[in-house]
């Protein structure tokens, strides 16, 4: 149980285009989801936190407007990549959280983004 | 606010030889520590975590952690290393549940385990 997806699970596009990335729990429902990144050979960073039905929670830094999130429903939130440049190519992790005591986070298998 | 340090971003160890990854956090509430493991180009899966009860935990694949309060560690062993344990580790620190919704987690730099034959 507990499964988290992601798609695509790899994109290549030009520099200038949007690209909307999906992360999906699969057999639970999750009323919060986290958004990392994650540069070659460096630790994940937490973009945004998404709670479903409302506007995501930005960290310090990342632009909102640049990296839309979308959480209509306890199944699905998406990442849109909006005008990608190349140093946006990343390697793009979500996480769901289930409504347990733990905080435990299940992560999909993340999206590389290669902007050209 | 919480911060996960971990000692060494690269650790070799012969096939057989005990595995010790190191991570020490600090965090001004109880807090919840996990590792993760990441192979190339794939997410994070879940190796233990420690929320509350008995200090030292088990995981997956034969790897353990103790959590020592006094140390603020949380360091990571397995008593023989396996070709597949090589991969990168996370170590990740979130505050104990509070009274409103979820926080997310707080990453350590990693450590890449190589495993020599």
């Known amino acids: 149980g507990a499964v988290v997806s992601q798609h695509p699970s790899w994109v290549i596009c030009k520099s200038g285009t949007s690209v909307k990335i999906e992360c999906r729990s699969l057999?639970?429902?999750?009323?919060?989801m986290f958004w990392y990144r994650q540069f070659p050979k460096q630790s994940l960073m937490l973009m945004a936190t998404?709670?479903?039905?409302?506007?995501?929670?930005?960290e310090q830094g990342v632009e909102k407007d640049k990296f839309l999130i979308n959480h209509a429903s306890l199944t699905l939130s998406t990442l849109t990549v909006t005008s990608a440049h190349p140093e946006d190519s990343s390697f793009y992790i979500c996480?769901?959280?289930?409504?347990?005591?733990?905080?435990?986070?299940?992560f999909g298998p993340g999206t590389r983004l290669t902007v050209l | 606010a919480q911060s996960v340090t971990q000692l060494g971003s690269h650790v070799s160890v012969s096939e057989g030889a005990l595995v010790l990854l190191r991570c020490n956090y600090s965090?001004?509430?109880?807090?919840?520590l996990f590792w993760y493991v990441q192979y190339p180009n794939q997410g994070l899966q879940l190796l233990l975590k420690?929320?509350?009860?008995?200090?030292l935990v088990k995981g997956i694949n034969g790897f353990e952690a103790e959590f020592k309060k006094s140390e603020t560690s949380f360091h990571l062993t397995k008593p023989s290393a396996h070709m597949s344990d090589a991969a990168e580790y996370f170590c990740?620190?979130?505050?104990?549940?509070?009274?409103?919704?979820?926080?997310?987690?707080?990453f350590g730099s990693g450590t890449r385990l190589q495993v020599q034959p």
């Open positions: 420690y929320t509350t009860g008995a200090t």
């Open positions: 998404s709670n479903e039905g409302s506007k995501a929670t930005y």
């Open positions: 965090s001004s509430v109880p807090p919840y």
């Open positions: 990740a620190v979130t505050p104990e549940r509070l009274a409103t919704g979820r926080r997310a987690l707080t």
């Open positions: 996480s769901a959280s289930v409504a347990s005591s733990y905080n435990e986070q299940f």
């Open positions: 057999d639970f429902q999750a009323t919060t």
